[in-house]
């Protein structure tokens, strides 16, 4: 008899690389069928609040309010490694300067949202979909845009500047590497069946990092018209060492960013980690 595990995750080339041994059936899961549906990051937050699938990509900022339900996998996270969400506006101005704009996001419960408010706790905001803040700034409807997934390599040839690389400030603060997103699992699979679950994510991502040119081109599909070349850093910049496995680094700096966020009364309660 199979058992069903729904996996959610977001329509994003890197993400796609992670599952793609999952998702083709690459690798042998016994009896666990995986099932997997694709949602945009701030989707996949909100569903996950309400407990709808197995395993979900979230953002970290969302785990905050998740832990109860969810434990965070070991595998699977996506970190910038001083780098991250970028925060462009159509002209030249001082990262000093968003206070005084209203800057488009793309969600609240993102990471790069999160992180935004440690930068500047008093930013004014609106919600737009990922995919049309490049649209919007350029367009002149902001005169600031936080930039998530492929935006972040594209945004000059739109003749955008770039304001606070939010990756960047957070190493020069920190020392640590800016976690942005992890996969987590239910809870109430119990022990034995969330390591079963986590070792055949670990084996995926392996699988894609040691056939990465096979895992590369299923994975274009998913990047909204990026070339191959971009596709491949996009993919670099998010699975890498630590997407395999946190390793301390990868760990203290989610306990950090917990921290601060706590600190500045960002999120309501101390988060305690715990890995599967």
């Known amino acids: ?22 998702a083709t059936r690459k690798i042998d ?3 666990l069928n995986y099932i997997h549906t694709l949602n945009d990051i701030e989707t996949l937050n909100r569903k996950a609040m309400e407990g709808e699938y197995e395993v979900s990509a979230i953002s970290f900022h969302a ?4 832990a109860d339900k969810y434990a965070l996998l070991s595998c699977g996270a996506s970190i910038g490694k001083n780098y991250g969400p970028i925060v462009v ?4 101005v ?3 300067s968003l206070v005084k704009m209203v800057v488009a996001i793309p969600g609240t419960l993102t990471t790069a949202f999160l992180t935004l408010r440690l930068f500047e706790p008093e930013i004014q905001y609106q ?3 990922f995919d049309k803040i490049l649209d919007e700034v350029q367009k002149g409807k902001f005169e600031a845009g ?3 997934h492929e935006g972040q390599l594209t945004y000059r040839e739109l003749g955008l500047h770039k304001v606070l690389d939010l990756g960047e400030w957070w190493r020069k603060e920190t020392g640590l590497p800016l976690p942005l997103g992890g996969n987590v699992i239910k809870r109430n699979l119990g022990k034995e069946m969330m390591e079963r679950v986590g070792e055949d994510i670990r084996k995926s991502i392996q699988y894609a990092l040691d056939h990465r040119e096979e895992a590369m081109a299923y994975a274009i599909q998913f990047s909204r018209g990026l ?6 850093r996009f993919i670099g910049m998010y699975v890498n060492d630590l997407t395999l496995d946190y390793g301390n680094e990868g760990r203290q700096a989610v306990k950090k960013l917990f921290q601060e966020a706590y600190k500045k009364k960002i999120i309501p309660e101390r988060v305690t980690l715990e890995f599967v």
């Open 94 to 96: 001082r990262a000093q």
């Open 89 to 92: 506006s159509g002209r030249p």
């Open 227 to 232: 070339d191959t070349q971009r596709v491949d």
């Open 146 to 148: 936080l930039l998530i």
């Open 127 to 129: 919600v737009v979909p």
């Open 29 to 31: 899961t016994g009896d």
């Open 63 to 66: 785990y905050a309010y998740l």
């Open 1 to 22: 008899m199979k058992k069903d595990i729904h996996v959610a995750h977001s329509p994003d080339s890197d993400d796609a690389f992670m599952f793609y041994a999952l």
